[in-house]
């Protein structure tokens, strides 16, 4: 059995309130699943000690605890780790690179580039790494996900990367953080040599990597088509059918940018929701990453199909993509959840300054500073991705799954933090680093801020020397042309 206790516990559960904070809370916790949580008090304490020994404590310099003293309380706020709805894991070694520059320029300029670097240099590179080169990238986006509290993701791992899902599974089980892996797919509009021939062989892959993944418990496959500009109607249908019929999520950009918006309503005809709607494809499984650009009737298919959306406001702001309609989408009743996108666009995956610069956003725009309040934003990390992505976690109650995070109150930043203001805090004064703590199904993965599943000195190592070799490949090659709008 397992204990962890702390001066704040924010639940964030619906049985218990969502609003509800606690001053001096704990979590009990065995193997995957909590048993308890609750205020803490003395009596609480004796009778924990007296039922549940041994009884491991989370901060205590001992291996069991054997009186109240060891029952330590930490300098902290306790809640439900953070869940990523939307993420590249095979960015994370380009942050920083091809930046002021839209989407297009910067797919073909950073990311195209590098996954193409990986794909036909890996066996050059293979010898100066410990691990393969799409491993070690890999490896890098688990260590950014735990550095910043995130237990949880849906990682869309398209292009190159979707002939490479054995090794984003096993960076996963070596983080032992939960990962679902949205496959993608591409057969237009494209950098030609990821173009994907025949629909019946993307089938096929869905097929082998759901029976190759199956035994995995904390890791599942799932359709991830690129974008609706990148693939047709037919293999859109395609993978919709293979999702219906395996009752998994289906995941994929939309509306992303602007310039890539226009040129496809042009081409096709029609708005990218109303040809998705026109196909079939929506629906209360169907989660759309961005869906920056909107007319209103869209938002009225997306209402009416109780179809997903994962807001991405770094990626979308640095990109300059332009912002959704989010005050909106959540007035009609459409599920959004908030997340980081990929670190090459979005250059680090703090979830809480994602959640802070959509409040922001949206308040100066509409100059109402009552949209998007900390509480709400929180919540658009944590309990409503859980919703979105069926998962049993999101919030701190029994039964739930036992992923937990510890941020540390400590800092000069988040000093005075009191039980009136600890979730302002959180979303308004804290710089991501905080995080103390971080307990993934059950197993502590961040312990008093060393990676414990990881080792981090040897990944980044490695990535600093794949960064230097993509330095040389660029120079070499230039970048590529052939995504959407920059055709």
């Known amino acids: 059995m397992n204990f962890i206790r702390a001066k704040y516990l924010l639940p964030l559960s619906d049985s218990m309130g969502r609003e509800t904070r606690i001053q001096d809370g704990y979590v009990l916790y065995k193997d995957n699943q909590i048993v308890e949580v609750g205020a803490y008090h003395e009596a609480i304490g004796k009778r924990i000690l007296a039922n549940f020994s041994p009884l491991s404590v989370i901060g205590l310099q001992k291996e069991k605890a054997q009186s109240l003293e060891d029952l330590v309380c930490l300098p902290g706020v306790l809640l439900p780790g953070f869940i990523k709805a939307h993420g590249h894991d095979h960015e994370s070694p380009i942050i920083g690179i091809v930046k002021d520059v839209p989407l297009t320029l910067w797919l073909d300029g950073a990311v195209n580039i590098f996954t193409r670097f990986l794909e036909e240099e890996g066996e050059r590179i293979q010898p100066h790494l410990r691990y393969s080169p799409h491993l070690t990238t890999y490896l890098k986006a688990r260590l950014d996900d735990i550095y910043y509290g995130i237990t949880s993701c849906l990682v869309h791992h398209c292009g190159y990367n979707k002939y490479h899902v ?17 496959v993608g797919s591409q057969d237009r509009n494209y950098y030609e040599k990821v173009l994907d021939k025949d629909p019946l062989l993307v089938v096929k892959r869905m097929d082998e990597y759901r029976q190759e993944f199956s035994c995995f418990s904390r890791c599942s496959v799932i359709p991830g088509p690129d974008q609706f500009f990148s693939n047709g109607p037919e293999l859109l249908k395609a993978l919709k059918q293979w999702s219906d019929k395996n009752g998994t999520l289906i995941h994929i950009h939309s509306a992303e940018e602007y310039e890539t918006t226009q040129w496809f309503n042009k081409k096709y005809g029609m708005t990218t ?98 949209l998007l309040p900390a509480q709400k934003v929180l919540e658009m990390i944590t ?47 804290s710089d991501g680093s905080e995080v103390r703590y971080v307990i993934a199904g059950g197993q502590t993965i961040k312990d008093d801020y060393r990676f414990i599943t990881l080792d981090q000195d040897a990944i980044l190592e490695d990535v600093l020397k794949l960064s230097e070799m993509l330095d040389d490949y660029k120079k070499q090659v230039g970048s590529l042309k052939g995504t959407g709008a920059n055709q």
């Not at 992923?403 to 000093?415: A, E, G």
């Open 383 to 429: 309990i409503e991705p859980a919703k979105i992505l069926g998962l049993n976690a999101g919030s701190l109650e029994t039964g739930k799954d036992a992923d937990i995070i510890l941020i540390d109150l400590r800092r000069p930043n988040l000093t005075p933090s009191k039980i009136t203001n600890v979730v302002e805090n959180l979303i308004w004064a």
């Open 273 to 370: 929701i109303e040809y998705a709607n026109s196909i079939g494809f929506l629906g209360p499984k169907t989660i759309l990453a961005h869906q920056v650009h909107c007319t209103d009737y869209e938002l009225e298919l997306l209402q009416k199909t109780s179809t997903k959306v994962v807001h991405n406001p770094l990626a979308n702001t640095i990109l300059g993509s332009g912002m959704p309609p989010i005050p909106k989408m959540l007035e009609m009743g459409i599920q959004v959840a908030i997340s980081t996108d990929g670190s090459g666009s979005a250059d680090n995956q703090n979830i809480l300054s994602a959640a802070r610069l959509a409040s922001q956003y949206q308040k100066a725009l509409y100059r109402d500073a009552r």
């Open 166 to 182: 054995s090794e984003i599974v096993q960076a996963n089980e070596k983080a032992h953080t939960r990962m679902i892996v949205a």
